[in-house]
């Protein structure tokens, strides 16, 4: 065996192994459509795919918290759409009672209207979204209103979910603020023990703030309370199941009421009545009792009804925002993946044409092997 035949053998092996790895990869990326199968074949490329990898996953989780922040405030809007619909309801059948004159029997069918409405109130505001109540705010799995007491059991801090690095949207909010409400009324009730037969010796008296009110029959009593206050105070009458005649006194300002001759004083407590559904338990109350309706019923069915309108307005705000950036998430997402696909893609004519130049190579090589291929060496394969 001559020593150049053997030399010869050992360059076409060595050669044809590498030629054919070539081949092999060079196929493979035009299989697979990417520029580089190694990241040693393109460190920075790789490195920067890496990043971008990142950034397209956290657009990806921001965008399905998008999508769970818009789920779950476009139903709060829908049950709170609900519940402005039957507070309309109520607040005009307030206003219609209060401006008449209603029979005992009328104020218990009322009041079982009322009932049946709070029922319906009460079970769309403990309304879940999934497993997580709408309106417990971050105390999601607490059930936000006692069904018999109406007291709020959620947190004072809405439930905030993660739009952007920077950005966080209330998605269950505090059930407290959405139905809450602020009275700020006096209200006092005048019981009457009755008149006597003497016209001229005001024998009924009770004292509003520092002035003192005393007549000898209904009208005059009434008369003085309009004269000396005017709007400051709104009142009505009625007869109490005693058979006694009540005058109720309603402001927005401060009263003190005290009594004198011939009567007796109460202070209706209003501080309690903080949310929408205390108010109509309220007003539910005083007509299961035949008490009419009057200016403090038709105060608190209003701002009921005004908390839910101004609820739906901040949950529209917010689900306008995050409806918003969904558009934002979309182009930032192309973008990012032209990024991506600019640095890992494969140039398919480029590809094809790489293919080709190491196909070329590869029959030069057999060429050259089958011309030398009567040298001694390969009598020896």
Do not use: C
């Not at 965008?63 to 139903?75: E, G, I, V």
């Not at 037969?197 to 309009?226: H, W």
């Amino acid at each position: 065996m001559r020593v150049p035949d053997l030399a010869f053998f050992r360059f076409f092996e060595l050669e044809n192994v590498k030629t054919r790895e070539k081949i092999a990869k060079q196929f493979e990326k035009l299989a697979s459509g990417k520029r580089f199968l190694n990241p040693s074949e393109d460190p920075y490329s790789a490195y920067r795919i890496l990043e971008l990898n990142n950034d397209i996953a956290k657009i990806s989780q921001f965008s399905r918290n998008r999508l769970f922040s818009d789920n779950a405030l476009s139903y709060a809007d829908t049950i709170l759409s609900g519940m402005e619909d039957k507070l309309r309801q109520l607040y005009a059948r307030t206003i219609r009672g209060a401006n008449q004159i209603l029979k005992p029997e009328d104020l218990k069918a009322l009041s079982e209207e009322f009932t049946q409405a709070l029922k319906i109130l009460v079970r769309q505001a403990n309304e879940k979204f999934g497993e997580n109540y709408l309106f417990s705010g971050d105390r999601i799995t607490t059930k936000p209103f006692d069904e018999t007491t109406y007291d709020y059991n959620g947190s004072a801090n809405n439930y905030e979910v993660v739009l952007e690095e920077s950005l966080k949207v209330p998605t269950f909010l505090t059930g407290s603020e959405i139905f809450g409400i602020n009275v700020n009324l006096s209200v006092y009730e005048v019981e009457i023990a009755g008149f006597d037969d003497n016209p001229n010796n005001d024998d009924v008296s009770f004292t509003i703030n520092s002035t003192t009110i005393a007549g000898d029959n209904l009208d005059e009593l009434l008369r003085k309370i309009q004269d000396t206050f005017g709007e400051g105070i709104k009142f009505y009458t009625y007869t109490n199941d005693a058979g006694r005649t009540v005058i109720r006194l309603v402001s927005e300002s401060s009263l003190t009421v005290s009594a004198g001759s011939g009567t007796s004083v109460s202070n209706i407590d209003l501080t309690g009545v903080d949310n929408a559904f205390k108010a109509v338990n309220y007003v539910k109350d005083k007509l299961s009792q035949g008490i009419p309706l009057g200016y403090e019923d038709v105060y608190l069915m209003e701002q009921s009804l005004n908390a839910v309108i101004s609820a739906r307005a901040k949950v529209g705000s917010i689900l306008s925002e995050v409806k918003d950036i969904k558009n934002y998430y979309e182009e930032k997402n192309l973008s990012l993946e032209k990024q991506k696909s600019d640095l890992s893609d494969l140039d398919m004519a480029k590809g094809i044409s790489d293919y080709e130049k190491v196909r070329l190579t590869y029959d030069a090589l057999m060429k050259l092997f089958t011309s030398n291929r009567e040298l001694t060496i390969l009598k020896y394969l």
